[in-house]
Structure formats: structure tokens, C-alpha cells
């Protein structure tokens, strides 16, 4: 008998670290995959199945403009319990710390199904940042049955809260074989995009400073804050064009292109599909950004990231990890760009490509672990 495996997830990084694993799960002899969106994303999510040549098998479309986590998470339990019920998987695959992980973990442990928790393990000890995130992932990690960190600190973490060790194998993070994956297809195409595209007003040779940001707990003063440093670098460097694809989240998107959509030196464009934004960081000189799966995808490229948080639940154990870290303080957002900009010995400190966060090979190890549970599940059964 088969592996039912149920992979959920609902925004657009989960998408994009799952995507990889539903590839080869879909081609593997024994594991019958059932993808289910949440649909907690929506045009942001579309995009990213597109791009990875995916198909849904149940779309449960959950997403409300302005949406509040409560009456996300009550519309998710609901749903998900339904498409548990239809379905009947053998475990759950959850990613990361999003409302939908949790409340698919949750859901999946009311009705006794087993979870596996990819990109677990990963803590800031600070319950407010990210926030829900760090809640999210720590409630999965008490419910989940096997656990999968991406580095030995994660794989640290949760020994040191008491998971046991043959739960938890540590993978590498499946972000780095989506992006592998991604950059040798445009290679191999020679892809650019199209004229006509917004990243076709990009013009050869100029400098691009990227900048990406949505944290909840941004939300209000700090993405004011990282507005007027983005003005200020503006200014500073005419010649350098700023080139931020802003997030669909009413309250980032309005304020962004409120205070920066006239400043002539920066780009507003929408959310890029996965396609179009791997050649827009490879194209970037620096990257500005709050996210978490674009501060692991960074120094693979040997792209110099400054991560727009006060704190972070994935240090790359470099030396400079902390002076990477400017928060959303206007001050220290735009002392540390225009250091990176006018020094280049310290530019290229950080712009050798190396890969804290994983090798390209974190999906097999995630299967070849998946295959042994199911394997002693059937020895305990016949036992
Ligand atoms: C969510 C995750 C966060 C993750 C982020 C990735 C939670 C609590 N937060 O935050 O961990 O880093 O996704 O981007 O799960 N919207 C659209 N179209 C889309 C996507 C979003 O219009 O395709 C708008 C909607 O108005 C929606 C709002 O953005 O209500 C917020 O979306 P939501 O998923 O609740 O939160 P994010 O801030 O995106
Ligand atoms: N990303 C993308 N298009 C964009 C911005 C980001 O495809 O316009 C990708 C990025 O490469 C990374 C992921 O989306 O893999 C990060 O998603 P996001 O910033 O929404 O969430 P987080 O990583 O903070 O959870």
C-alpha cells in the first residue's frame, strides 16, 4: 500500500518550499500525493503554482481582503476538517509558522492523523516577533509527529524542548532546491522578462537595490519608518534604482505606494511570480527585506541582505550576522545601506555566494525519512 501524503499549505513561501517536494513526491512509486490549498493567498499563491508547473487537487479558498487570523483560523479548522474527512491521508505534510500550518497541524491531531512539520524548529525565544509566527511554530512543534529542521540549531531547538531525537532529522532548507531549481531553469532558457513586463523598465547595467516587506508586526510605524529610509537612499543615490514588488496586504500596500509612489528613482510593482523574482534578486546589487525565505535565498546568490526585523530565527552563523540585522530604524536602515553602497571591501564581505540554510537536497532527505515511518507504521501493525 501506497503513502496517502496530504501536503497543505496556503500562502505564497509555503507554496514556494513545498512546490519542490510535490515534484518528486508525484513521481515516486510509493507515496500518492493530495495537495490541498488552504487558499489563505490567493493571486500570490496562483502565481507560485504556476511557476512550478503544480496542480491543486482541492482549493479550499478560505482568503477574505483584510482578513483577521481568528476568523481565518475558524474558516480553516472548518474546511480543513472536512477535506481530512474526505480524504483520509495517512499524514499531514505543514510548513513553517503560518496560520494555515498550524491550524492544519491542529486540525490533523483532533482528528489522530500524524503530521510532519518541514522547517521546523526555528525560534526567536520572542513571542511577539514574529507575530503569530513564533507562536505558530511552537504550538506545531508540540503536536507534530516528525520533525524536520532545516540546521542544527533548529534540530537544537527542539531537543531542547524535549522532542525526541528519532522525531526530528534534520533536512536543510527546502527553499534552497526550489531556488536551484528555478535558477538553472531561467539558465537554461536564457530567460529574461518580457518587454512590456515591469521589470522590462529595468535598464542594463544599472544598479538595483531590491527591497521586500509584510511583517504583521511592522504593520503601522515600522513600515513608515522603512518608507522615509527608502526616501532618504532614494535621494542619496539617483543613479540607483530601487525596485520594491509590494505585497497585496491592504495595510502594506497602502502606505507603500502612498509614500513612495511619487519618488522617481523607485519602483513599485506588484508581487512577482517566482520566476520573474529569482531573476530580479539575481539582478540586485542589494536586498532590503523582511522576509524570511528571502534571507535564506540571499547569500546563495552571494546577494548582501539587511534584514528589515529587530530580531531573526535564522542566523546564519556568520560573524556578521547582527550588523545585518537594522530593524525597521530609519537611522540604521540607511547607515548600513549606504555602507554597503559607497564601501566595496565591505560590500564584498557579503556578497560571496555560500549557503548557511541548506544544499538543494532537502526534499530527498525529507522523502527517504517519510518512507521509513511509513515502513515501521506497517511493521507496528503487523507486530
Ligand atoms: C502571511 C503569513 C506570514 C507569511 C506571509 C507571506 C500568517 C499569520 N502570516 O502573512 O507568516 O510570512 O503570509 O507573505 O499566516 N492578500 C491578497 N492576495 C494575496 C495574498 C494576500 O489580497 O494573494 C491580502 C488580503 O487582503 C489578506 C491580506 O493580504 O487578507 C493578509 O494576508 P494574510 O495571509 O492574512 O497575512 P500575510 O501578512 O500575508
Ligand atoms: N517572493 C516572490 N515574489 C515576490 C516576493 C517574494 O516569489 O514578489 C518569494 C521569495 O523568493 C521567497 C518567498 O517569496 O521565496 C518569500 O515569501 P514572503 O516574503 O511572502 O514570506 P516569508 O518568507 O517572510 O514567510
Redesign the pocket.
Known amino acids: 500500500m501506497n503513502l496517502k501524503v496530504m501536503m497543505v499549505f496556503g500562502?505564497?513561501?509555503e507554496a514556494?518550499?513545498m512546490a519542490p517536494l510535490a515534484r518528486l513526491m508525484l513521481n515516486h512509486p510509493d507515496i500518492d500525493l493530495h495537495i490541498c490549498s488552504t487558499g489563505q493567498h490567493r493571486e500570490?499563491l496562483a502565481?507560485?503554482i504556476d511557476a512550478f508547473g503544480l496542480q491543486v487537487n482541492e482549493d479550499l479558498n478560505v482568503m477574505t481582503k483584510n482578513q483577521t487570523l481568528n476568523s481565518l483560523s475558524q474558516h480553516l479548522l472548518e474546511k480543513l476538517d472536512d477535506a481530512y474527512a474526505r480524504y483520509n491521508p495517512d499524514i499531514v505534510l505543514v510548513h513553517?509558522?503560518?496560520t494555515t500550518s498550524f491550524i492544519a497541524c491542529f486540525a490533523a491531531f483532533h482528528r489522530h492523523i500524524p503530521v510532519a512539520h518541514i522547517e521546523a524548529g526555528l525560534r526567536t525565544g520572542d513571542l511577539q516577533s514574529p507575530w503569530p509566527e513564533e507562536a505558530n511554530r511552537r504550538l506545531t512543534g508540540v503536536l507534530a509527529d516528525l520533525h524536520f529542521p532545516p540546521t542544527d540549531a533548529a534540530h537544537q531547538n527542539l531537543i531542547n524542548e524535549g522532542v525526541p531525537p528519532d522525531h526530528i532529522i534534520v533536512t536543510g532548507n527546502t527553499?534552497i532546491d526550489?531556488?536551484l531549481w528555478m535558477k538553472d531553469s531561467l539558465k537554461h532558457t536564457n530567460w529574461s522578462p518580457s518587454a512590456g513586463s515591469d521589470l522590462a523598465q529595468i535598464d542594463q547595467g544599472r544598479k538595483v537595490v531590491l527591497i521586500?516587506g509584510?511583517?504583521r508586526e511592522s504593520l503601522g510605524h515600522g513600515f513608515e519608518q522603512i518608507c522615509l529610509a527608502l526616501c532618504d537612499l532614494a535621494a542619496r543615490y539617483p543613479d540607483i534604482l530601487f525596485v520594491y514588488?509590494v505585497?497585496l496586504n491592504p495595510q502594506v500596500h497602502d502606505v507603500v505606494h502612498h509614500m513612495l509612489g511619487k519618488q522617481a528613482n523607485i519602483l513599485l510593482v506588484a508581487?512577482?511570480?517566482?520566476r520573474?523574482?529569482?531573476w530580479l534578486?539575481n539582478r540586485a546589487f542589494l536586498i532590503l527585506?523582511?522576509?524570511?525565505?528571502?534571507?535564506e535565498?540571499a547569500p546563495a546568490l552571494g546577494k548582501p541582505v539587511l534584514v528589515l526585523r529587530n530580531v531573526t530565527e535564522r542566523p546564519s552563523g556568520q560573524p556578521d550576522d547582527q550588523a545585518m540585522l537594522v530593524g525597521t530604524d530609519k537611522d540604521k536602515i540607511v547607515r548600513q545601506a549606504s555602507r554597503l553602497i559607497d564601501d566595496p571591501d565591505y560590500y564584498s564581505r557579503f556578497s560571496k555566494p555560500h549557503s548557511p540554510f541548506g544544499d538543494g537536497h532537502a526534499c530527498e532527505r525529507i522523502i527517504e525519512r517519510l518512507c521509513v515511518w511509513k515502513h515501521m507504521q506497517t511493521l507496528d501493525k503487523c507486530a
Open positions: 500562502t505564497r513561501p514556494i518550499k500570490m502565481s507560485v513553517g509558522d503560518t527553499v526550489a531556488l521586500t509584510h511583517r514588488p505585497h508581487p512577482q511570480d517566482y520573474h523574482f529569482v534578486m527585506t523582511d522576509s524570511g525565505g528571502v534571507q535565498e
